[in-house]
């Protein structure tokens, strides 16, 4: 079965400090993966996905994603957090399991809170 | 403006009284479907939709209901509420399920 962890439930950063939120993740075949953020009372917002090619992947707001296939990894990144970062942070990966077909689903993981401090 | 449009955005009611969460996308896309948050368990899959009258079920379809009469609606029913329902829910659509665009919620207390 196809999941997604996140293996920190907060991660804890000095504003300007680079910050890391982990993801890894288990599929069966080739992943398709996405960060969304998520701002309190506020939907869900798109970061970035990787679907193919580089393993570097930019996204808004200055984040980037380092797709990682033999380490089963996609870590966020930025290299200069700022406070207005604060916020929960999701990893997912598209289910496109065998049994299902191609069903479209996202799988999340459960989530990191960022916290930026001044 | 792109968006998924989720109605209402607060909801308390009372266990057993019929409710239904609408869901409304602008951008012509095939494939939508709800999500439920709860702390610690990231978001749920509850029903989902490939297309006009295609339906199917997530993750945890129990106590819902969906329909898609129209490409651009997706409504979230629940005919029975019960307390262990509430929750933060969402709505996404997708086009080719590349990319997906997300509803700003809808919070649920069922007491």
């Known amino acids: 079965a196809q999941s997604v962890a996140q293996p920190e439930d907060q991660v804890n950063v000095a504003e300007g400090n680079p910050l890391t939120v982990k993801c890894t993740y288990s599929v069966s075949g080739n992943p398709y993966l996405f960060w969304y953020v998520q701002y309190p009372n506020r939907g869900l917002q798109f970061l970035l996905k990787?679907?193919?090619?580089?393993?570097l992947v930019k996204g808004s707001y200055g984040f980037e994603a380092e797709f990682n296939k033999s380490q089963t990894s996609f870590h966020l990144k930025k290299p200069s957090a700022l406070v207005s970062d604060s916020a929960l942070y999701f990893c997912a990966v598209r289910d496109i399991g065998l049994r299902s077909g191609n069903t479209g689903k996202l799988i999340f993981g459960q989530g990191t809170t960022l916290q930026v401090k001044p | 403006e792109a968006q998924v449009t989720q109605n209402p955005r607060y909801l308390i009611t009372v266990t057993g009284k019929k409710l239904t969460v609408t869901c409304s996308q602008n951008?012509?896309?095939?494939?939508m479907s709800w999500y439920r948050q709860d702390p610690g368990l990231g978001l749920r899959q509850i029903y989902y939709?490939?297309?006009?009258?295609?339906?199917d079920k997530g993750d945890v379809p129990e106590g819902y209901k969906v329909s898609r009469k129209e490409k651009r609606n997706f409504p979230l029913i629940l005919e029975s509420p019960s307390p262990n329902q509430t929750s933060l829910y969402f709505c996404a659509s997708s086009l080719y399920g590349n990319g997906y665009t997300f509803g700003s919620g809808t919070r649920l207390t069922v007491v």
């Open positions: 951008m012509n896309h095939e494939y």
């Open positions: 939709s490939m297309n006009v009258e295609v339906t």
């Open positions: 990787y679907i193919t090619g580089d393993n």
